[in-house]
């Protein structure tokens, strides 16, 4: 079979600032609307943070905007806090229109009643949930030749990234490897290697409303490990797990099984086996439930999708790399394959995510 390199880095700050859906196919850039209003409640969730502006017309009538951020975990590690907007608070945003609502935008920028500027682009503070240096492990064995992933692991320098709309169309370009991110209407440079069955199922997609992830589950590996959000690993005797912050899923790795169990049975992730193979951890994945590699515009996966991961330690211990490949034998005519920048050892720690359901017209 032919293998397509599609040399994705799949951790563009766009999946950091955005990680949920796609900038474009929600909100348009070239769409600034300045507002201003009292601030009626400040919503520190995930995926995404929201502030909500009671704004008065000339006519006296009051329109509540609700302006969307990155989520709460994000803002967190860039000194935000659930007291940063107090109801009450006069304020004035800048931001881009909503495609779909008329009173949503993208949070850019704020101004406060006493001139404080305040920006996503901009830290706040420090990482409200970093850990001490002692707590981090730079050794590269666990145990023998054992190569030891053991720790939290993320993008390094987030907060110098920037999160507004520029950082954003950057990001998505390296993100996805294709010089300019996904748009709203373009064209979808995937859709090729979609099998007649694969072709049927991207026309019943809709990525705004069919995105897994609006309804917080988890599309793809690719996308869990392109999210800017921290994952930590643990390892065990037989057994290798990866706790990803986002959507607080945790995926666990049977090592020393040379096949998966007859009758298993589908899941969202999967079912993983992996085994060492000097410094490189192999996972092979099977049995995962019909969804999206790629949210938008959309490339669907099978049930008979099969992955297999190599996660590569340095000599340091420091950082990883990793690489995948993906078959689908009803879904693609192709092999996929792609990798990543490496991840670095981060003195922070994971905390709870606590998706919240989105809203989408």
């Keep these: 079979m032919k293998t397509l390199l ?53 006519d006296g009538q009051v329109e509540t905007w609700v302006c969307e951020f990155r989520g709460a975990n994000g803002l967190a590690r860039t000194g935000w806090r659930e007291d940063t907007f107090r109801p009450g608070q006069a304020i004035e945003i800048t931001g881009f229109a909503a ?30 949930y970093a850990a001490s240096a002692t707590a981090v492990s730079y050794t590269s064995a666990a145990d023998g030749d054992i190569p030891n992933f053991a720790g939290v692991w993320g993008e390094a320098g987030r907060a110098a990234s920037g999160t507004g709309a520029a950082g954003m169309g950057a990001g998505m370009a390296a993100g996805m490897g294709m010089g300019r991110g996904p748009t709203l209407g373009g064209p979808n440079r995937f859709e090729y290697v979609l099998s007649a069955a694969g072709q049927r199922a991207l026309e019943a997609y809709d990525p705004i409303v069919d995105d897994p992830s609006i309804h917080c589950k988890p599309p793809s590996l690719t996308r869990l490990w392109g999210t800017g959000n921290p994952t930590e690993i643990t390892q065990e005797d037989g057994l290798f797990t990866i706790h990803h912050e986002w959507l607080d899923v945790e995926r666990k790795v049977y090592l020393g099984l040379s ?102 017209a």
């Design 99 to 128: 495609r779909r609502r008329e009173a949503e935008c993208y949070f850019e920028t704020a101004i406060m009643a006493d001139g404080t500027r305040i920006s996503q682009d901009a830290p706040l503070g420090d990482d409200l």
């Design 259 to 360: 096949e998966h169990p007859e009758g298993t049975t589908d899941r969202v992730m999967g079912h993983s086996i992996g085994w060492y193979e000097g410094s490189t951890l192999v996972i092979d994945t099977v049995a995962y439930e019909p969804s999206v590699l790629f949210q938008f515009p959309g490339l669907p996966t099978s049930n008979q999708l099969h992955t297999v991961e190599r996660l590569t330690l340095s000599e340091d211990g420091r950082n990883f790399e990793i690489s995948w490949t993906a078959e689908d034998s009803e879904y693609f005519t192709e092999q996929l394959s792609g990798n990543s920048r490496p991840l670095q050892r981060l003195n922070t720690t994971l905390r709870p995510y606590n998706c919240t359901p989105m809203e989408v």
């Design 6 to 58: 599609l040399s994705l880095i799949l951790f563009g700050f766009l999946n950091s600032a955005y990680a949920h859906h796609s900038f474009g196919y929600h909100f348009d850039v070239d769409a600034e609307v300045t507002i201003a209003g009292i601030v009626k409640e400040f919503k520190f969730i995930n995926p995404h943070a929201q502030v909500l502006v009671d704004v008065t017309a000339e």
